[in-house]
């Protein structure tokens, strides 16, 4: 399948908000900004979005919980506990990232693998023309698990200790700055995972059936886990190395 990939205009706006989460950033980015929001075509016309963001966190704070592992051993007793751990953070300040992932709805996965291949290339050709202006990291969080009335376990199991309200309302409200607001509410402490609920444990680093095809997608483009995920909805953080995606080929 055939794609061209343009930027986004603000002709393509009203087609693009549908696909969007009523949170994302629909501003077009500035023409001389390390950003870029790119657009795949088909014959039938726009199917997919990405947007690139240059080095992330350097005005406001972006948090992810890092999830860890401790042992506790007592061979005398022959037990050996192995135990995941969350801990918030900014670990990925000063990453590019995509983001605003988006397609038309009844896009097929083929289709949509083929759209997602397009738009990784063209957002790495324009990290590339930009190297000066970004990070040594690249980075894409991938959506959670969600129940049937969109509501995140993993929130449930833990951020709603915290701050009762709907997240999702305030990052509506707030956008990016929302996920700092709610992580200002969060513990600074470890936290072990087991504390948790079944249903927050087992969502933790799990993506959203929807997302898939992009997780793939992003695995065979060189990306992997990097051990943190989204404060809401638990879902991964994928990763890599600029210089190294750059020349892959």
Known sequence: MRWTVRPVQAADLSALRPW????ADTMLPRPDAAA??????GAQGPAACLRVRGPIGLQRPRHWY??????HAAPELSLFHRQHTLLLGNDHTGASELAERAHAPGLDAAAQASAWRALLDAAREHLQATRALQGGRVIAELPGLRDAQGRS???QGLGRHFHAGDPDAVLQRLGLDGRAQLAALMPRQVVYASFLSPAAQAAMAQAAPSARVWMDTLAD??????????I????PVFETHLDSWCARR
Do not use: K, T
């Open 20 to 23: 969007l989460p009523a949170q």
């Open 36 to 41: 870029a929001w790119l657009l795949a075509e």
């Open 66 to 71: 890092h999830v860890g592992c401790v042992v």
């Open 153 to 155: 376990p993993f929130w």
């Open 221 to 230: 483009a060189g990306f992997r886990y990097s051990h943190h995920i989204d």
């Open 232 to 235: 809401v909805d638990g879902g």
